[in-house]
């Protein structure tokens, strides 16, 4: 049979359809592109760390519930006592655990744009992905188009990214309620960013029991272990559950995580830096003839340029050693965008010198 036949014959049409999740090669360069922390761990720390590795049984099964590890996650992040809570092999394996328990031709909505994983793993999974536009320039919530949409299609899941990422802000807290209250199915709010600012939905968990919140410890510092936690009502985490791989927390995932979250002081500091650079940051894309900053609650900050700038600026940048991310081919209101990460004050200064030079050497 030809490879060709055999593709068709057994994967289906819908992934066949989709491109793969595409991270750009960042050997060499300031790597300002993918809201990670810069920042490691002083070397005392790291050397308890080890010690904490040493005694890891990697010949055993972890825990399968990671117990002790969610109990950690409860009180760094203040849960309510009654939430239940499920750990995923980062958020991204939540949305697909989500996803994959929904009843079939399941309706999923997101606003747009927003975090991709949403709508790939929705068509991935053959569901029915409904985007809800964005409102021009502010990035916020169309109340009024969401609700609508809401009314008419029903949709199982909506996922709200708050902060959002790519555009930074946060969504106004009374628009997202309506959308809770409003919908029979569930609503996620994703607090990836939540390192970076004070608003949270975690206080309303209690008042709503189709609300989930979902986490990562990615963005606080530690992309490279995988881990994020979804929490709301037991009855619904319980549920969610089932469909759970058994082990997929890793033991060196479950020990370095509980081991370094006991080092809050550490992160607060780190990002409080990271805060005071954003607000630096901004100020200085602020004064850049043709550079419109967007405001920020996240680690990172959208900037639109003049008209089919944003490419060969990206390239500029590239061409010094700097690398973020370019949103303008996704076209639409991200035409002309580009999306850097909150670095290093260094960091931050070459690439603000970088863009300078950038602008300059253009006609
Ligand atoms: C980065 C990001 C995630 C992914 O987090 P992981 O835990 O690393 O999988 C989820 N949601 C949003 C909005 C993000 O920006």
Known sequence: ????????????????????????DATG????????????????????????????????????????????LKEYNQLPEQSGILLGNGSDEII???????????????PEPSFVMYKQIAQCLGLKYQGLPLLAESFELDLELTLAAIKQQQPEIIFIAYPNNPTGNLFDSHAIEQII????????????YAPFTDASFIAKLSTYNNLLVMRTVS??????LRLGFIAGQPGIISELNKARLPYNINILTQCSTEFVLTHPEMFAQQTEILRNERARMF?????????????????????????NKATPIFNALKE????????????????????????????????????KNAKNAMP
């Not at 963005?219 to 490279?224: I, S, T």
């Open 219 to 224: 963005k606080l510092g530690l992309a490279g």
């Open 29 to 72: 360069y300031i790597k300002l592109d993918a809201m990670e922390n810069p920042y490691t761990w002083p070397e005392e720390i790291k050397a308890e760390w080890l010690k904490v590795i040493h005694k890891a049984e990697i010949n055993r099964y972890p825990d399968p519930e990671a117990r002790s590890l969610c109990n950690v």
């Open 181 to 192: 209250q409003h919908s029979k199915g569930l609503v996620i709010i994703d607090e990836a």
């Open 96 to 110: 697909q655990l989500l996803l994959m328990s929904l009843p079939a031709n399941s309706t999923v909505m997101a």
């Open 1 to 24: 049979m030809l490879e060709q036949d055999l593709i068709s014959t057994v994967i289906r049409p819908e992934i066949r359809a989709l491109t793969a999740y595409k991270v750009a």
């Open 320 to 355: 010094q050693g700097i690398l973020i991310k370019n949103l303008s081919p996704q076209q639409g209101p991200l035409s002309d965008c580009l999306r850097v990460t909150i670095g290093k004050p260094e960091e931050n200064n070459a690439f603000i010198k970088a863009l």
């Open 283 to 307: 100020l200085q894309l602020s004064t850049i003839h043709g550079i419109r900053p967007y405001p920020s609650a996240a680690n990172f900050i959208l900037f639109r340029t003049e008209q």
